[in-house]
């Protein structure tokens, strides 16, 4: 029988009934995991869980059951409340954090973690802690920290969603929907929209992040974990400023991520800053030169929550904001002609950074339960799939576009779904970037490949060829019928049709035309940013990594064999790779399951494709450009040639497939670290304490 998640919109009331009772029973075993009342091995051992990971086959917990009422399976309620909402509210844009003077961080940025101590909320065992939850001492110090000042202070919190008090918008996915409760959503600040930074190279950034979330794990609203740890994806820096998934920190506490914003290179390319194509621009329309490899120049980047076991659960709840980076050559203003400026859409009204025709996206699936609160179902370990489209939080939104040229930079903010982009009339997009970067040339698509979860695909849409008042679509024509990968690709037409049993196939963004106000001054060259030049550096190392199942004897099903070795669950006190700074590795990445779709991301550097399958033919013209996440197909392999380059410390490769990285897809790797690894981090309210890594026996 076909197994759909989401019931259809015809269900008997008898059978809703049974799903909802299924869920709710579901939810109640889910809050007691969140809170640390039970583990997973408890659930193995009562028989809740299947060897694999998967729900036990019992009636009134399992939505898949065949039901009482009939012969098919019993799919998830639908989130309620949506008809007739359809491109009725416009798009909220990213609101952009306020770039501040260091002086107005109080206390001062420190080197070293500021352990100055304070009471801890008795719900987190009394006593005292420290301020700052960054690890403490000279090896989780900030490196290059007098060589790299902070120039620009940034401030955010991380805190239950916020009422319409003080001005605050309130937060629904829609106006005629429910207000989200202060349990239900965990977003920076507080508030909507999601939050957006603007960095530039040359000028680094101390983003100093509080967790305001309540002190009592309990308070979760049934899911999700008050402890957070701060990930810029691709972030080209130290560990300590990394993320690293077992260096969280708690409520009351804040932690200082030092942001360089250099390019990679910095050390041995254009050492003297003599290249006139690596450049950070200036606020006078000009730019400064900046030593390093100006093909490795980034663009589009995003932060969010790398919790170990609760990445996908805080996400989900809201711990995700984008991250614009501007240089020289994507100077964010598109009428500045001087040979080395892209010129690609932006506006002009500043000297850089300019959002009139530079769009953040932000797409993310979810779903709620009958009293339209955000629900999660962490026993979906295949992966977790929402019902609901949403874009920069907003249910089916419109947007009003001029009659011109418009740079959207999309993110695949979901936990577990794919998208594959297109516009309703079919008519083409030029992909410009996919991931951080900007590709070597532009490339003409009337449909873009499969985006998998924490890709970012830069586009170009022109809009001048409608006349104001038409209207054009975004459509997904990505379907999935469970969170392994997508199932299939419909065609434009079958998309439209409206007949896919997966509710987020289909239109979900409305482009509204309007006349223009300006002249359009942007252009998009045949010619990006190429590729580095790898040739002449010798590969000092190739290691393979292998994602896949367990052998059906561990409660968490999912695994990562390094070098052949043995499939072991994520643990991030176990060393699996340690390459030494200034070589050039060779890593292949193997998807061991045939069933599953995992893209994968290596943190710190990123990658150059070197075969998709065995073959640079595979490979095909919108990966060829530098990526930091790499999508295994089923069965599939990829191989990648990475450098290591400027910082140190602990790093992870894992699934961005972030049900599988909680259970447990996730490796640790160390770099230029010797024979010694770093010691691990043990996070407590009341200070981190350490423990000796292990290491397998091929990591060095």
Same mark, same amino acid.
């Not at 898949?64 to 009725?88: H, K, M, Q, R, W």
């Not at 239950?160 to 829609?174: E, L």
């Not at 690609?344 to 797409?363: Q, V």
């Given at each position: 029988?076909?197994?759909?998640?989401?019931?259809?919109?015809?269900?008997?009331?008898?059978?809703?009934?049974?799903?909802?009772?299924?869920?709710?029973?579901?939810?109640?075993?889910?809050?007691?995991?969140?809170?640390?009342?039970?583990?997973?091995?408890?659930?193995?051992?009562?028989?809740?869980?299947?060897?694999?990971?998967?729900?036990?086959?019992?009636?009134?917990?399992?939505?898949?059951?065949?039901?009482?009422?009939?012969?098919?399976?019993?799919?998830?309620?639908?989130?309620?409340?949506?008809?007739?909402?359809?491109?009725?509210?416009?798009?909220?844009?990213?609101?952009?954090?306020?770039?501040?003077?260091?002086?107005?961080?109080?206390?001062?940025?420190?080197?070293?973690?500021?352990?100055?101590?304070?009471?801890?909320?008795?719900?987190?065992?009394?006593?005292?802690?420290?301020?700052?939850?960054?690890?403490?001492?000279?090896?989780?110090?900030?490196?290059?920290?007098?060589?790299?000042?902070?120039?620009?202070?940034?401030?955010?919190?991380?805190?239950?969603?916020?009422?319409?008090?003080?001005?605050?918008?309130?937060?629904?996915?829609?106006?005629?929907?429910?207000?989200?409760?202060?349990?239900?959503?965990?977003?920076?600040?507080?508030?909507?929209?999601?939050?957006?930074?603007?960095?530039?190279?040359?000028?680094?950034?101390?983003?100093?992040?509080?967790?305001?979330?309540?002190?009592?794990?309990?308070?979760?609203?049934?899911?999700?974990?008050?402890?957070?740890?701060?990930?810029?994806?691709?972030?080209?820096?130290?560990?300590?400023?990394?993320?690293?998934?077992?260096?969280?920190?708690?409520?009351?506490?804040?932690?200082?991520?030092?942001?360089?914003?250099?390019?990679?290179?910095?050390?041995?390319?254009?050492?003297?800053?003599?290249?006139?194509?690596?450049?950070?621009?200036?606020?006078?329309?000009?730019?400064?030169?900046?030593?390093?490899?100006?093909?490795?120049?980034?663009?589009?980047?995003?932060?969010?929550?790398?919790?170990?076991?609760?990445?996908?659960?805080?996400?989900?709840?809201?711990?995700?904001?984008?991250?614009?980076?501007?240089?020289?050559?994507?100077?964010? /203003?598109?009428?500045?002609?001087?040979?080395?400026? &892209?010129? %690609?859409?932006? #506006? *002009?009204?500043?000297?850089?950074?300019?959002? !009139?025709?530079?769009?953040?996206?932000?797409?993310?699936?979810?779903?709620?339960?009958?009293?339209?609160?955000?629900?999660?179902?962490?026993?979906?370990?295949?992966?977790?799939?929402?019902?609901?489209?949403?874009?920069?939080?907003?249910?089916?939104?419109?947007?009003?576009?001029?009659?011109?040229?418009?740079?959207?930079?999309?993110? /695949?903010?979901?936990?577990?779904?794919?998208?594959? &982009?297109? %516009?309703?009339? #079919? *008519?083409?997009?030029?992909?410009?970037?996919? !991931?951080?970067?900007?590709?070597?040339?532009?490339?003409?698509?009337?449909?873009?490949?499969?985006?998998?979860?924490?890709?970012?695909?830069?586009?170009?849409?022109?809009?001048?060829?409608?006349?104001?008042?038409?209207?054009?679509?975004?459509?997904?024509?990505?379907?999935?019928?469970?969170?392994?990968?997508?199932?299939?690709?419909?065609?434009?037409?079958?998309?439209?049709?409206?007949?896919?049993?997966?509710?987020?196939?289909?239109?979900?963004?409305?482009?509204?035309?309007?006349?223009?106000?300006?002249?359009?001054?942007?252009?998009?060259?045949?010619?990006?940013?190429?590729?580095?030049?790898?040739?002449?550096?010798?590969?000092?190392?190739?290691?393979?990594?292998?994602?896949?199942?367990?052998?059906?004897?561990?409660?968490?099903?999912?695994?990562?064999?390094?070098?052949?070795?043995?499939?072991?669950?994520?643990?991030?006190?176990?060393?699996?790779?340690?390459?030494?700074?200034?070589?050039?590795?060779?890593?292949?990445?193997?998807?061991?399951?045939?069933?599953?779709?995992?893209?994968?991301?290596?943190?710190?550097?990123?990658?150059?494709?070197?075969?998709?399958?065995?073959?640079?033919?595979?490979?095909?013209?919108?990966?060829?450009?530098?990526?930091?996440?790499?999508?295994?197909?089923?069965?599939?392999?990829?191989?990648?040639?990475?450098?290591?380059?400027?910082?140190?410390?602990?790093?992870?490769?894992?699934?961005?497939?972030?049900?599988?990285?909680?259970?447990?897809?996730?490796?640790?790797?160390?770099?230029?670290?010797?024979?010694?690894?770093?010691?691990?981090?043990?996070?407590?309210?009341?200070?981190?304490?350490?423990?000796?890594?292990?290491?397998?026996?091929?990591?060095?």
């Amino acid at each position: 029988m076909k197994r759909t998640i989401y019931l259809p919109w015809n269900t008997s009331r008898n059978r809703i009934k049974e799903a909802e009772d299924a869920r709710n029973n579901r939810l109640e075993i889910v809050k007691a995991l969140s809170w640390g009342q039970i583990s997973r091995r408890d659930l193995l051992k009562w028989g809740l869980i299947t060897a694999a990971g998967a729900l036990a086959p019992i009636k009134g917990l399992n939505p898949f059951v065949s039901s009482a009422y009939g012969e098919v399976p019993t799919g998830a309620p639908n989130s309620p409340g949506l008809i007739g909402l359809d491109f009725t509210q416009p798009m909220l844009r990213l609101e952009v954090l306020p770039r501040n003077p260091i002086s107005s961080l109080n206390p001062r940025p420190m080197v070293e973690a500021n352990e100055t101590l304070q009471r801890v909320d008795p719900a987190l065992g009394g006593g005292f802690g420290p301020i700052e939850g960054r690890p403490p001492g000279p090896e989780w110090a900030h490196q290059r920290w007098a060589e790299f000042p902070p120039a620009v202070a940034i401030e955010a919190t991380q805190e239950c969603a916020k009422t319409n008090a003080n001005g605050n918008i309130p937060f629904k996915f829609h106006p005629n929907l429910p207000t989200q409760g202060p349990l239900a959503m965990w977003t920076f600040n507080g508030t909507v929209p999601p939050k957006l930074v603007l960095g530039r190279y040359g000028e680094p950034i101390l983003f100093r992040h509080h967790n305001k979330l309540p002190a009592d794990v309990r308070m979760n609203g049934g899911f999700g974990r008050h402890t957070i740890s701060t990930h810029e994806h691709n972030g080209h820096h130290g560990s300590e400023n990394d993320g690293f998934t077992g260096a969280f920190f708690f409520p009351g506490q804040f932690y200082d991520c030092h942001w360089p914003i250099i390019l990679a290179g910095h050390d041995t390319i254009n050492t003297d800053a003599t290249d006139k194509m690596a450049g950070s621009p200036d606020d006078n329309g000009g730019y400064t030169k900046v030593p390093g490899d100006w093909h490795e120049t980034m663009s589009t980047h995003w932060f969010h929550d790398h919790m170990f076991n609760f990445t996908a659960q805080n996400v989900y709840k809201g711990n995700a904001a984008m991250f614009n980076i501007y240089s020289a050559i994507d100077r964010g /203003n598109e009428t500045i002609r001087d040979g080395v400026n &892209l010129g %690609l859409p932006s #506006g *002009s009204a500043k000297s850089w950074g300019n959002l !009139d025709y530079d769009i953040n996206l932000m797409l993310a699936d979810k779903a709620w339960d009958s009293n339209g609160q955000l629900f999660f179902d962490i026993f979906q370990l295949d992966g977790f799939l929402g019902d609901v489209m949403t874009v920069n939080a907003c249910y089916k939104p419109y947007f009003e576009v001029e009659a011109r040229k418009y740079r959207f930079r999309i993110l /695949n903010g979901s936990v577990s779904r794919f998208f594959k &982009l297109a %516009l309703s009339d #079919g *008519s083409p997009m030029i992909q410009i970037g996919n !991931d951080g970067n900007l590709l070597p040339h532009p490339i003409l698509l009337t449909e873009l490949d499969e985006q998998s979860i924490a890709e970012r695909y830069d586009i170009v849409i022109d809009f001048s060829r409608y006349k104001p008042g038409e209207k054009v679509w975004m459509v997904n024509l990505c379907e999935h019928d469970d969170g392994r990968g997508p199932k299939t690709d419909l065609s434009l037409a079958e998309a439209l049709a409206g007949n896919s049993a997966d509710a987020c196939v289909g239109k979900f963004l409305e482009f509204r035309i309007i006349p223009s106000t300006k002249p359009d001054y942007s252009q998009v060259p045949g010619t990006l940013i190429p590729n580095p030049d790898l040739s002449a550096i010798p590969v000092a190392r190739e290691r393979t990594f292998e994602f896949g199942r367990s052998n059906g004897t561990d409660d968490a099903p999912w695994t990562v064999k390094t070098d052949g070795g043995q499939g072991l669950a994520a643990d991030y006190n176990q060393v699996s790779a340690a390459p030494k700074r200034g070589t050039r590795e060779v890593w292949t990445l193997i998807n061991g399951g045939g069933g599953w779709d995992h893209p994968i991301h290596i943190h710190f550097e990123e990658s150059q494709m070197l075969a998709r399958d065995g073959s640079l033919s595979n490979v095909p013209p919108w990966e060829r450009g530098r990526k930091d996440v790499f999508r295994l197909h089923r069965g599939g392999t990829v191989t990648v040639t990475l450098q290591f380059r400027e910082f140190a410390g602990m790093f992870v490769e894992h699934c961005h497939n972030t049900v599988h990285e909680d259970h447990a897809m996730l490796i640790r790797w160390e770099l230029d670290r010797g024979l010694v690894a770093l010691p691990t981090p043990v996070p407590t309210p009341q200070g981190v304490e350490f423990i000796t890594p292990t290491a397998l026996p091929t990591a060095y």
